[in-house]
């Protein structure tokens, strides 16, 4: 079975631009979650969808949002992007949603804000 | 809120070394309770996770048991070798099971030298 795949490896965007992140969850997984991992904050939750609904938030502000399409995959965008934003993007899925549910996490996203 | 306390790196053995990583958490309830490995330029890979008291998980050699009265998920290898050289997180996720908001430790850095 096919892992949890993210396009693109990697981007470079300059400040003031937004960014969508793409997310295909292993097959059969409807829950996706979003983090951010940064050297200076480490792994951080974004937000967490499932059957195409916001289930769980982070403490993120809104210019980052998520949306979830009916066959699972995600996307997440980041508008106004600053540099702080620069980070690696991990997405997982699990089966379900919530914490009982077991995570598998793709490669990542290698964001570089300029 | 919830947290995870992990022992600073970066830790560095020779290979068939014993490897202990400690972890300590702070949370109300029931976690469940996770190790997760980042391999250079990779997501992370689930190691292994226990999701209730006196659990032991295991994979690949490692280790860890759920010990609720210390809260404490100790990550331990009787003999590490090269490829073993990684980054590693633990992890907890939310004892409420319909929220996500996993809680990561800094991450652990383990050098193995032949």
């Known amino acids: 079975k096919a892992g949890v795949t993210q396009t693109p490896r990697y981007l470079i965007k300059t400040r003031g631009q937004q960014v969508t992140l793409s997310c295909s969850p292993i097959s059969g997984h409807r829950s996706v979650s979003w983090y951010q991992q940064t050297p200076g904050q480490g792994l951080q939750f974004l937000f967490e969808?499932?059957?195409?609904?916001?289930?769980n938030k982070g403490n993120f502000p809104g210019r980052f949002s998520g949306r979830q399409f009916s066959n699972s995959r995600s996307e997440m965008n980041v508008s106004t992007l600053e540099l702080g934003d620069s980070a690696l993007y991990l997405c997982a899925s699990s089966l379900a949603f919530g914490s009982q549910e077991t995570q598998y996490f793709g490669p990542g996203t290698r964001l570089l804000v300029l | 809120g919830n947290s995870v306390t992990q022992m600073e790196g970066p830790v560095t053995l020779s290979e068939e070394a014993f490897l202990t990583i400690n972890c300590t958490y702070t949370?109300?309830?029931?976690?469940?309770l996770f190790w997760y490995v980042q391999y250079p330029g990779e997501g992370l890979q689930l190691l292994l996770k226990?999701?209730?008291?006196?659990d032991k998980g295991s994979n690949k050699g490692f280790e860890a048991t759920y010990r609720k009265e210390t809260t404490s998920f100790h990550l331990e290898k009787g003999s590490v070798q090269v490829s073993d050289s990684a980054v590693y997180f633990c992890?907890?996720?939310?004892?409420?099971?319909?929220?996500?908001?996993?809680?990561f430790g800094a991450g652990t850095r383990l050098t193995v030298k032949p």
């Open positions: 969808y499932f059957s195409e609904t916001q289930r």
């Open positions: 226990a999701t209730k008291a006196d």
């Open positions: 949370a109300t309830g029931y976690p469940s």
């Open positions: 992890a907890l996720s939310d004892p409420d099971p319909i929220v996500r908001d996993m809680r």
